[in-house]
Protein backbone atom coordinates (compact mmCIF):
# COMPACT_ATOMS: atom_id res chain seq x y z
CA UNK A 1 0.00 0.00 0.00
CA UNK A 2 3.02 1.88 1.07
CA UNK A 3 5.00 1.43 -2.57
CA UNK A 4 1.20 2.45 -4.17
CA UNK A 5 1.07 5.81 -2.55
CA UNK A 6 5.15 6.55 -3.28
CA UNK A 7 3.96 5.75 -7.00
CA UNK A 8 1.00 8.33 -7.31
CA UNK A 9 3.30 10.76 -5.43
CA UNK A 10 5.61 10.56 -8.30
CA UNK A 11 3.37 11.16 -10.82
CA UNK A 12 5.28 14.50 -12.55
CA UNK A 13 8.51 11.89 -13.26
CA UNK A 14 5.97 9.13 -14.79
CA UNK A 15 4.81 11.87 -17.09
CA UNK A 16 8.30 13.45 -17.91
CA UNK A 17 9.84 9.66 -18.23
CA UNK A 18 6.51 9.43 -20.64
CA UNK A 19 7.09 12.55 -22.58
CA UNK A 20 10.91 11.68 -22.75
CA UNK A 21 10.00 8.18 -24.36
CA UNK A 22 7.48 10.00 -26.96
CA UNK A 23 9.83 12.80 -27.80
CA UNK A 24 12.67 9.99 -28.67
CA UNK A 25 10.61 7.90 -30.77
CA UNK A 26 9.74 10.96 -32.99
CA UNK A 27 13.03 13.42 -32.82
CA UNK A 28 14.97 11.87 -35.52
CA UNK A 29 12.12 10.67 -37.99
CA UNK A 30 10.62 12.66 -40.55
CA UNK A 31 6.67 11.40 -40.84
CA UNK A 32 7.10 11.48 -36.89
CA UNK A 33 3.83 9.27 -35.78
CA UNK A 34 3.38 7.80 -39.62
CA UNK A 35 5.96 5.81 -38.25
CA UNK A 36 4.61 3.63 -35.36
CA UNK A 37 1.63 2.52 -37.76
CA UNK A 38 4.05 1.53 -40.77
CA UNK A 39 4.79 -1.69 -39.23
CA UNK A 40 1.05 -2.35 -38.15
CA UNK A 41 -0.25 -1.81 -41.61
CA UNK A 42 2.42 -3.94 -43.42
CA UNK A 43 0.96 -6.63 -41.53
CA UNK A 44 -2.20 -6.46 -42.28
CA UNK A 45 -1.39 -5.88 -45.87
CA UNK A 46 0.89 -9.07 -45.96
CA UNK A 47 -1.88 -10.85 -44.13
CA UNK A 48 -4.65 -10.05 -46.01
CA UNK A 49 -2.78 -10.22 -49.60
CA UNK A 50 -1.66 -13.72 -48.07
CA UNK A 51 -5.06 -15.06 -47.15
CA UNK A 52 -6.62 -13.80 -50.51
CA UNK A 53 -3.98 -15.66 -52.80
CA UNK A 54 -4.51 -19.08 -50.81
CA UNK A 55 -8.31 -18.00 -50.99
CA UNK A 56 -8.87 -18.92 -47.64
CA UNK A 57 -10.37 -15.85 -46.15
CA UNK A 58 -13.47 -17.00 -43.94
CA UNK A 59 -15.26 -13.19 -44.27
CA UNK A 60 -15.72 -10.94 -46.54
CA UNK A 61 -14.32 -7.80 -45.24
CA UNK A 62 -11.24 -9.31 -43.69
CA UNK A 63 -9.18 -6.07 -43.23
CA UNK A 64 -11.23 -4.37 -41.49
CA UNK A 65 -11.69 -7.16 -38.83
CA UNK A 66 -7.62 -7.11 -38.76
CA UNK A 67 -7.83 -3.73 -38.17
CA UNK A 68 -9.93 -4.63 -35.30
CA UNK A 69 -7.47 -6.61 -33.25
CA UNK A 70 -3.80 -6.33 -34.86
CA UNK A 71 -3.14 -2.85 -33.14
CA UNK A 72 -4.32 -4.75 -29.94
CA UNK A 73 -2.31 -6.89 -29.99
CA UNK A 74 0.92 -4.99 -31.25
CA UNK A 75 0.19 -2.80 -28.33
CA UNK A 76 -0.12 -5.72 -25.96
CA UNK A 77 3.46 -7.35 -27.06
CA UNK A 78 5.18 -4.10 -27.81
CA UNK A 79 4.51 -3.07 -23.84
CA UNK A 80 5.72 -6.85 -22.82
CA UNK A 81 9.44 -6.45 -24.57
CA UNK A 82 9.93 -3.10 -23.73
CA UNK A 83 8.42 -3.28 -20.44
CA UNK A 84 10.95 -6.30 -20.18
CA UNK A 85 13.95 -3.94 -21.15
CA UNK A 86 12.99 -0.93 -19.52
CA UNK A 87 15.23 -0.97 -15.66
CA UNK A 88 18.05 -2.03 -17.49
CA UNK A 89 17.86 0.88 -19.92
CA UNK A 90 17.65 3.13 -17.50
CA UNK A 91 20.37 1.34 -14.96
CA UNK A 92 21.81 4.62 -14.81
CA UNK A 93 19.43 6.47 -13.14
CA UNK A 94 18.45 3.66 -10.91
CA UNK A 95 22.29 3.08 -9.52
CA UNK A 96 22.25 6.88 -8.87
CA UNK A 97 18.80 8.94 -8.61
CA UNK A 98 16.12 7.18 -5.92
CA UNK A 99 12.28 6.80 -7.40
CA UNK A 100 10.14 4.08 -6.85
CA UNK A 101 11.55 1.78 -10.02
CA UNK A 102 7.71 0.57 -9.95
CA UNK A 103 7.13 3.68 -12.06
CA UNK A 104 9.40 3.02 -15.13
CA UNK A 105 7.39 -0.04 -16.30
CA UNK A 106 4.32 2.04 -15.77
CA UNK A 107 5.88 5.21 -17.88
CA UNK A 108 6.91 2.26 -20.83
CA UNK A 109 3.11 1.42 -20.65
CA UNK A 110 1.93 4.38 -20.98
CA UNK A 111 3.97 5.64 -23.80
CA UNK A 112 2.55 2.60 -26.02
CA UNK A 113 -0.95 3.17 -24.74
CA UNK A 114 0.02 6.62 -26.44
CA UNK A 115 0.88 4.68 -29.69
CA UNK A 116 -2.15 2.52 -29.29
CA UNK A 117 -4.29 5.64 -29.42
CA UNK A 118 -2.96 7.17 -32.72
CA UNK A 119 -3.75 3.61 -34.21
CA UNK A 120 -6.89 3.14 -32.47
CA UNK A 121 -7.54 7.27 -33.91
CA UNK A 122 -6.48 5.57 -37.67
CA UNK A 123 -8.72 2.28 -37.47
CA UNK A 124 -11.61 4.32 -37.00
CA UNK A 125 -10.90 6.28 -39.74
CA UNK A 126 -10.32 3.49 -41.77
CA UNK A 127 -13.53 2.27 -40.74
CA UNK A 128 -15.46 4.85 -42.56
CA UNK A 129 -13.08 4.82 -45.67
CA UNK A 130 -14.34 1.25 -46.18
CA UNK A 131 -18.14 1.91 -45.19
CA UNK A 132 -18.29 -0.25 -42.35
CA UNK A 133 -18.95 2.76 -40.53
CA UNK A 134 -21.00 4.73 -39.37
CA UNK A 135 -23.11 1.80 -40.22
CA UNK A 136 -21.91 -0.11 -37.77
CA UNK A 137 -21.69 1.87 -35.20
CA UNK A 138 -23.79 0.55 -32.10
CA UNK A 139 -23.28 1.21 -28.54
CA UNK A 140 -21.42 -2.43 -27.77
CA UNK A 141 -18.39 0.02 -29.10
CA UNK A 142 -18.22 1.33 -26.18
CA UNK A 143 -16.70 -2.35 -24.47
CA UNK A 144 -13.63 -1.48 -26.39
CA UNK A 145 -12.78 0.89 -23.87
CA UNK A 146 -12.43 -1.84 -20.85
CA UNK A 147 -10.98 -4.22 -23.24
CA UNK A 148 -8.07 -2.09 -23.71
CA UNK A 149 -8.04 -0.81 -19.99
CA UNK A 150 -7.84 -4.70 -18.96
CA UNK A 151 -5.28 -5.41 -22.19
CA UNK A 152 -2.99 -2.41 -20.23
CA UNK A 153 -3.56 -4.18 -16.95
CA UNK A 154 -2.42 -7.34 -18.06
CA UNK A 155 0.41 -5.99 -19.72
CA UNK A 156 1.65 -4.04 -16.66
CA UNK A 157 1.18 -6.93 -14.71
CA UNK A 158 3.39 -9.36 -16.90
CA UNK A 159 6.04 -6.21 -17.48
CA UNK A 160 6.70 -5.82 -13.83
CA UNK A 161 7.45 -10.43 -13.92
CA UNK A 162 9.80 -9.43 -16.50
CA UNK A 163 11.52 -6.57 -15.79
CA UNK A 164 12.45 -8.32 -12.35
CA UNK A 165 13.35 -11.11 -14.24
CA UNK A 166 15.51 -9.58 -16.82
CA UNK A 167 17.80 -8.14 -14.31
CA UNK A 168 18.42 -11.18 -13.18
CA UNK A 169 18.67 -13.23 -16.15
CA UNK A 170 19.58 -11.32 -19.15
CA UNK A 171 18.38 -13.34 -21.91
CA UNK A 172 14.37 -13.32 -20.70
CA UNK A 173 13.93 -10.62 -23.04
CA UNK A 174 14.67 -13.24 -26.08
CA UNK A 175 12.81 -15.92 -24.90
CA UNK A 176 9.82 -13.34 -24.29
CA UNK A 177 9.99 -12.01 -28.17
CA UNK A 178 10.57 -15.55 -29.33
CA UNK A 179 7.17 -16.58 -27.63
CA UNK A 180 5.51 -13.32 -28.07
CA UNK A 181 5.98 -14.09 -31.87
CA UNK A 182 4.80 -17.57 -31.32
CA UNK A 183 2.05 -15.93 -29.58
CA UNK A 184 0.98 -14.44 -32.48
CA UNK A 185 -0.01 -17.11 -34.55
CA UNK A 186 -2.31 -18.40 -31.70
CA UNK A 187 -4.23 -14.81 -31.79
CA UNK A 188 -7.78 -14.62 -33.58
CA UNK A 189 -5.60 -12.66 -36.65
CA UNK A 190 -5.31 -15.58 -39.15
CA UNK A 191 -8.69 -17.16 -38.34
CA UNK A 192 -11.97 -16.19 -36.64
CA UNK A 193 -13.17 -16.94 -32.84
CA UNK A 194 -16.19 -18.86 -34.84
CA UNK A 195 -13.92 -21.49 -36.56
CA UNK A 196 -12.06 -21.85 -32.98
CA UNK A 197 -15.79 -22.49 -31.82
CA UNK A 198 -16.47 -24.75 -34.89
CA UNK A 199 -13.53 -26.98 -33.51
CA UNK A 200 -15.03 -27.03 -29.60
CA UNK A 201 -11.98 -25.37 -28.40
CA UNK A 202 -14.12 -22.24 -27.24
CA UNK A 203 -13.58 -22.62 -23.62
CA UNK A 204 -10.04 -23.46 -23.61
CA UNK A 205 -9.13 -20.76 -25.95
CA UNK A 206 -11.01 -18.02 -24.69
CA UNK A 207 -9.30 -18.87 -21.02
CA UNK A 208 -6.21 -17.03 -22.11
CA UNK A 209 -7.10 -13.41 -20.73
CA UNK A 210 -5.43 -11.82 -23.84
CA UNK A 211 -7.12 -14.03 -26.49
CA UNK A 212 -10.57 -13.07 -24.74
CA UNK A 213 -9.33 -9.80 -24.61
CA UNK A 214 -8.71 -9.42 -28.31
CA UNK A 215 -12.03 -11.13 -29.15
CA UNK A 216 -13.60 -8.91 -27.17
CA UNK A 217 -12.12 -5.52 -28.29
CA UNK A 218 -13.25 -7.17 -32.27
CA UNK A 219 -16.28 -7.74 -31.55
CA UNK A 220 -16.97 -4.48 -29.56
CA UNK A 221 -15.91 -2.31 -32.88
CA UNK A 222 -17.33 -4.80 -35.75
CA UNK A 223 -20.41 -6.18 -35.43
CA UNK A 224 -20.14 -10.48 -35.59
CA UNK A 225 -19.38 -11.62 -38.86
CA UNK A 226 -20.93 -14.05 -41.45
CA UNK A 227 -18.37 -16.90 -41.33
CA UNK A 228 -18.14 -19.01 -44.46
CA UNK A 229 -16.07 -22.11 -44.37
CA UNK A 230 -16.38 -24.79 -46.50
CA UNK A 231 -19.80 -23.46 -48.00
CA UNK A 232 -21.06 -23.37 -44.26
CA UNK A 233 -22.56 -20.63 -42.36
CA UNK A 234 -20.82 -21.05 -38.49
CA UNK A 235 -22.62 -19.88 -35.71
CA UNK A 236 -21.51 -16.13 -35.02
CA UNK A 237 -20.31 -14.99 -31.76
CA UNK A 238 -20.34 -11.31 -30.57
CA UNK A 239 -18.76 -9.65 -27.27
CA UNK A 240 -17.94 -12.69 -25.04
CA UNK A 241 -19.38 -11.35 -21.80
CA UNK A 242 -18.36 -14.56 -19.23
CA UNK A 243 -14.84 -14.57 -21.27
CA UNK A 244 -14.41 -10.97 -20.68
CA UNK A 245 -15.12 -10.79 -16.88
CA UNK A 246 -13.05 -13.86 -16.67
CA UNK A 247 -10.21 -12.00 -18.47
CA UNK A 248 -10.81 -8.92 -16.24
CA UNK A 249 -10.49 -10.92 -13.04
CA UNK A 250 -7.45 -12.62 -14.36
CA UNK A 251 -5.83 -9.08 -15.74
CA UNK A 252 -5.89 -7.74 -12.52
CA UNK A 253 -4.69 -10.65 -10.42
CA UNK A 254 -1.44 -10.81 -12.81
CA UNK A 255 -1.00 -7.09 -12.12
CA UNK A 256 -1.40 -7.49 -8.18
CA UNK A 257 0.91 -10.37 -8.27
CA UNK A 258 3.24 -8.88 -10.56
CA UNK A 259 3.59 -5.14 -8.46
CA UNK A 260 4.00 -7.23 -5.14
CA UNK A 261 6.95 -9.40 -7.25
CA UNK A 262 8.73 -6.52 -8.53
CA UNK A 263 8.01 -4.50 -5.06
CA UNK A 264 9.08 -7.06 -2.65
CA UNK A 265 12.79 -7.06 -4.89
CA UNK A 266 12.41 -4.14 -5.77
CA UNK A 267 16.10 -3.20 -3.63
CA UNK A 268 18.01 -6.32 -4.57
CA UNK A 269 17.70 -5.21 -8.00
CA UNK A 270 19.50 -2.19 -8.13
CA UNK A 271 22.06 -3.78 -6.37
CA UNK A 272 22.38 -6.49 -9.18
CA UNK A 273 22.92 -3.46 -12.30
CA UNK B 1 17.23 19.57 15.32
CA UNK B 2 18.58 16.72 13.05
CA UNK B 3 18.93 16.53 9.42
CA UNK B 4 20.49 13.00 9.12
CA UNK B 5 20.39 9.98 11.59
CA UNK B 6 22.28 6.97 10.82
CA UNK B 7 22.08 4.55 13.47
CA UNK B 8 24.59 0.94 13.95
CA UNK B 9 24.27 0.47 9.96
CA UNK B 10 26.08 -2.25 8.34
CA UNK B 11 26.10 -3.03 4.52
CA UNK B 12 26.74 -6.49 3.36
CA UNK B 13 26.77 -6.69 -0.65
CA UNK B 14 26.01 -9.76 -1.75
CA UNK B 15 28.23 -11.33 -4.54
CA UNK B 16 26.73 -13.71 -6.13
CA UNK B 17 27.97 -15.46 -8.66
CA UNK B 18 25.54 -16.68 -10.40
CA UNK B 19 24.72 -17.19 -14.07
CA UNK B 20 23.44 -14.15 -15.57
CA UNK B 21 21.23 -16.30 -18.22
CA UNK B 22 18.86 -18.76 -17.95
CA UNK B 23 20.94 -20.70 -20.70
CA UNK B 24 23.63 -20.98 -18.64
CA UNK B 25 21.88 -21.32 -15.37
CA UNK B 26 20.64 -24.89 -17.32
CA UNK B 27 23.38 -25.92 -18.20
CA UNK B 28 25.02 -25.36 -14.52
CA UNK B 29 22.14 -27.36 -13.06
CA UNK B 30 22.62 -30.17 -15.27
CA UNK B 31 26.27 -30.44 -14.23
CA UNK B 32 24.92 -30.28 -10.98
CA UNK B 33 27.06 -27.45 -9.51
CA UNK B 34 25.15 -24.84 -7.25
CA UNK B 35 25.64 -21.30 -7.10
CA UNK B 36 28.49 -20.43 -4.20
CA UNK B 37 28.10 -16.74 -2.67
CA UNK B 38 30.15 -14.29 -1.16
CA UNK B 39 29.60 -11.47 1.37
CA UNK B 40 31.11 -8.36 1.42
CA UNK B 41 31.25 -6.10 4.46
CA UNK B 42 30.82 -2.79 2.30
CA UNK B 43 30.33 -0.82 5.81
CA UNK B 44 30.11 -1.73 9.45
CA UNK B 45 28.08 -0.90 11.95
CA UNK B 46 28.71 3.07 11.26
CA UNK B 47 26.31 5.67 13.41
CA UNK B 48 26.61 9.22 13.73
CA UNK B 49 23.92 12.10 13.22
CA UNK B 50 24.17 15.45 11.20
CA UNK B 51 22.43 18.51 12.75
CA UNK B 52 20.70 20.63 10.29
CA UNK B 53 22.50 23.23 8.74
CA UNK B 54 26.15 21.19 9.38
CA UNK B 55 28.71 20.57 6.30
CA UNK B 56 30.33 17.40 6.53
CA UNK B 57 32.99 15.98 4.18
CA UNK B 58 33.53 12.14 4.30
CA UNK B 59 37.14 11.12 3.17
CA UNK B 60 38.61 7.69 3.12
CA UNK B 61 41.15 5.84 0.42
CA UNK B 62 39.51 4.26 -2.51
CA UNK B 63 37.31 1.14 -1.49
CA UNK B 64 37.03 1.81 2.03
CA UNK B 65 33.02 2.28 2.30
CA UNK B 66 32.07 5.91 1.63
CA UNK B 67 30.36 5.77 -1.94
CA UNK B 68 28.39 3.39 0.04
CA UNK B 69 27.52 5.25 2.67
CA UNK B 70 26.54 8.01 0.60
CA UNK B 71 24.06 5.22 -1.72
CA UNK B 72 22.65 4.24 1.29
CA UNK B 73 21.87 7.81 2.29
CA UNK B 74 20.27 8.73 -1.34
CA UNK B 75 18.21 5.49 -0.59
CA UNK B 76 19.55 3.99 -4.25
CA UNK B 77 20.84 0.47 -1.74
CA UNK B 78 18.86 -0.23 1.42
CA UNK B 79 20.88 -1.05 4.77
CA UNK B 80 21.87 -4.63 5.80
CA UNK B 81 20.68 -3.41 9.11
CA UNK B 82 21.14 -0.43 11.21
CA UNK B 83 18.44 2.66 10.68
CA UNK B 84 18.82 5.60 8.39
CA UNK B 85 16.80 8.56 8.97
CA UNK B 86 16.68 11.44 6.90
CA UNK B 87 14.33 14.77 7.08
CA UNK B 88 13.88 17.24 4.40
CA UNK B 89 13.84 17.39 1.15
CA UNK B 90 16.86 15.64 -0.14
CA UNK B 91 19.04 16.01 -3.46
CA UNK B 92 21.37 13.76 -4.60
CA UNK B 93 23.70 14.28 -6.85
CA UNK B 94 25.95 11.26 -7.13
CA UNK B 95 26.25 12.33 -11.06
CA UNK B 96 25.72 15.81 -12.50
CA UNK B 97 23.13 15.73 -15.15
CA UNK B 98 21.89 12.11 -13.75
CA UNK B 99 19.59 10.64 -16.80
CA UNK B 100 21.02 13.46 -19.58
CA UNK B 101 19.82 12.11 -22.42
CA UNK B 102 22.46 13.25 -25.48
CA UNK B 103 19.59 13.42 -28.08
CA UNK B 104 17.71 15.89 -26.31
CA UNK B 105 18.84 19.74 -26.34
CA UNK B 106 20.20 21.42 -23.16
CA UNK B 107 16.80 22.80 -22.50
CA UNK B 108 14.48 19.83 -22.65
CA UNK B 109 17.08 17.88 -19.95
CA UNK B 110 16.88 20.86 -17.70
CA UNK B 111 13.22 19.98 -17.32
CA UNK B 112 13.94 15.71 -17.36
CA UNK B 113 16.67 16.54 -15.14
CA UNK B 114 14.91 18.60 -12.56
CA UNK B 115 11.86 16.42 -12.46
CA UNK B 116 14.38 13.50 -11.67
CA UNK B 117 16.07 15.38 -9.10
CA UNK B 118 12.20 16.35 -7.56
CA UNK B 119 11.45 19.70 -8.65
CA UNK B 120 8.17 20.48 -10.15
CA UNK B 121 8.19 21.72 -13.60
CA UNK B 122 6.51 25.15 -13.12
CA UNK B 123 9.15 25.77 -10.71
CA UNK B 124 11.86 24.65 -13.44
CA UNK B 125 10.40 26.60 -15.84
CA UNK B 126 10.05 29.84 -13.35
CA UNK B 127 14.55 29.61 -12.27
CA UNK B 128 14.75 28.48 -16.02
CA UNK B 129 16.64 32.12 -16.54
CA UNK B 130 18.67 31.35 -13.93
CA UNK B 131 19.88 28.21 -14.85
CA UNK B 132 20.87 28.52 -17.71
CA UNK B 133 22.99 31.72 -17.03
CA UNK B 134 24.43 29.90 -14.32
CA UNK B 135 25.74 26.89 -16.49
CA UNK B 136 26.96 30.46 -18.88
CA UNK B 137 25.04 28.32 -21.77
CA UNK B 138 22.82 31.13 -23.39
CA UNK B 139 24.15 30.39 -27.23
CA UNK B 140 23.60 26.69 -26.42
CA UNK B 141 20.93 25.68 -24.83
CA UNK B 142 19.30 24.46 -27.71
CA UNK B 143 21.85 22.12 -29.01
CA UNK B 144 21.41 18.50 -28.41
CA UNK B 145 23.59 17.58 -25.80
CA UNK B 146 25.54 15.15 -27.49
CA UNK B 147 27.58 18.04 -29.20
CA UNK B 148 28.42 19.36 -26.00
CA UNK B 149 31.64 19.28 -24.70
CA UNK B 150 32.00 17.16 -21.09
CA UNK B 151 32.80 20.34 -18.95
CA UNK B 152 29.41 22.13 -20.86
CA UNK B 153 27.82 18.95 -19.56
CA UNK B 154 28.64 19.15 -15.96
CA UNK B 155 28.21 22.34 -15.74
CA UNK B 156 25.06 22.34 -16.99
CA UNK B 157 24.35 19.63 -14.34
CA UNK B 158 25.72 21.49 -11.67
CA UNK B 159 23.60 24.62 -12.50
CA UNK B 160 20.02 22.06 -12.22
CA UNK B 161 21.21 21.15 -9.29
CA UNK B 162 22.17 23.81 -7.23
CA UNK B 163 18.84 25.18 -8.18
CA UNK B 164 16.49 22.26 -6.46
CA UNK B 165 16.23 24.41 -3.26
CA UNK B 166 17.07 21.28 -0.95
CA UNK B 167 17.26 21.06 2.94
CA UNK B 168 19.89 18.00 2.54
CA UNK B 169 22.32 17.98 -0.20
CA UNK B 170 24.46 14.83 -0.94
CA UNK B 171 27.10 15.17 -3.48
CA UNK B 172 30.12 13.06 -4.70
CA UNK B 173 33.36 14.66 -5.72
CA UNK B 174 31.28 17.02 -8.12
CA UNK B 175 33.53 20.05 -7.16
CA UNK B 176 35.81 18.60 -9.29
CA UNK B 177 34.24 19.68 -12.50
CA UNK B 178 34.94 22.82 -14.70
CA UNK B 179 37.71 25.37 -14.51
CA UNK B 180 38.63 27.58 -12.14
CA UNK B 181 36.10 29.89 -12.61
CA UNK B 182 32.91 27.96 -12.25
CA UNK B 183 34.71 26.02 -9.31
CA UNK B 184 34.56 29.44 -7.76
CA UNK B 185 30.71 30.50 -8.60
CA UNK B 186 30.02 26.77 -7.06
CA UNK B 187 31.60 27.79 -3.76
CA UNK B 188 29.91 30.52 -3.45
CA UNK B 189 26.69 28.68 -4.14
CA UNK B 190 27.26 25.87 -1.65
CA UNK B 191 28.20 28.88 0.86
CA UNK B 192 24.76 30.09 0.24
CA UNK B 193 23.09 26.94 0.51
CA UNK B 194 25.24 26.68 3.82
CA UNK B 195 23.87 30.73 4.63
CA UNK B 196 20.18 29.77 4.22
CA UNK B 197 20.88 26.66 6.33
CA UNK B 198 21.02 23.32 4.15
CA UNK B 199 22.72 20.46 5.41
CA UNK B 200 25.43 18.91 3.02
CA UNK B 201 27.31 16.08 2.93
CA UNK B 202 29.99 15.25 0.58
CA UNK B 203 32.45 12.79 -0.54
CA UNK B 204 35.66 13.86 -1.86
CA UNK B 205 39.31 12.90 -2.05
CA UNK B 206 40.04 16.77 -2.37
CA UNK B 207 41.57 17.88 0.90
CA UNK B 208 41.50 21.89 -0.16
CA UNK B 209 37.60 21.33 -1.02
CA UNK B 210 36.78 19.55 1.83
CA UNK B 211 39.20 21.97 4.45
CA UNK B 212 37.64 24.67 2.58
CA UNK B 213 33.76 24.00 3.20
CA UNK B 214 33.01 21.53 5.76
CA UNK B 215 32.28 21.87 9.50
CA UNK B 216 32.99 18.66 10.29
CA UNK B 217 34.58 15.26 8.89
CA UNK B 218 34.67 11.97 9.18
CA UNK B 219 37.23 9.53 8.37
CA UNK B 220 35.53 5.77 6.57
CA UNK B 221 38.85 3.62 7.10
CA UNK B 222 38.19 0.10 6.48
CA UNK B 223 35.39 0.24 6.20
CA UNK B 224 34.34 1.64 9.76
CA UNK B 225 34.02 5.20 11.25
CA UNK B 226 37.58 5.80 11.82
CA UNK B 227 37.51 9.65 13.31
CA UNK B 228 34.57 12.19 13.18
CA UNK B 229 35.62 15.44 14.46
CA UNK B 230 36.09 19.35 13.31
CA UNK B 231 37.61 19.10 10.27
CA UNK B 232 41.38 20.81 10.90
CA UNK B 233 41.95 18.13 13.52
CA UNK B 234 40.41 14.74 11.26
CA UNK B 235 42.71 15.71 8.12
CA UNK B 236 45.75 16.26 9.87
CA UNK B 237 44.88 13.00 11.53
CA UNK B 238 44.13 11.54 8.36
CA UNK B 239 47.76 12.75 6.90
CA UNK B 240 49.86 11.92 9.56
CA UNK B 241 48.65 8.27 8.74
CA UNK B 242 48.70 8.16 4.71
Given at each position: MESLREVWQYRPLILELVRRDLKLRYKNSVGGIAWSLLNPLMQILVITLVMKFIQ??????YSAYLFGVIFLWTFFSVTLSDGCVTILQNAQLVRKVYFPRAILPLATLLANLFHFAVAFAFTILYFFVLGTYPQN??????MAIPAVFFTAVLGLGISYILAYLNVFYEDVRFIVNALLQLAFYTMPVFFTIEQVAEKGWFTPYMSNPIAALLVTYQRALLPPPEVLVAGKTLASIGIPWAFFALAAITSTLVLVIGFSLFDKHQWEMAERL | MNAIEVENVTKVFKVLHRETSIKSAAMKRLRLKRPHREEFTALRDISFHVPQGQTVGVIGRNGSGKSTLLTLLARIYKPTSGIIKMHGRVATLLELGAGFHPEFTGLENVFLNGVILGMPREEIEKRLPSIIEFAGLEEF????????SSGMTTRLGFSVAVHLDPDVILVDEVLAVGDAQFQEKCYAKIEEFKKRGATIFFVSHDMKAIERVSDRVLWIDEHTLRADGPTDEVISNYNIRN
Open positions: ARPISSVRWEIL | IDTPVKHY
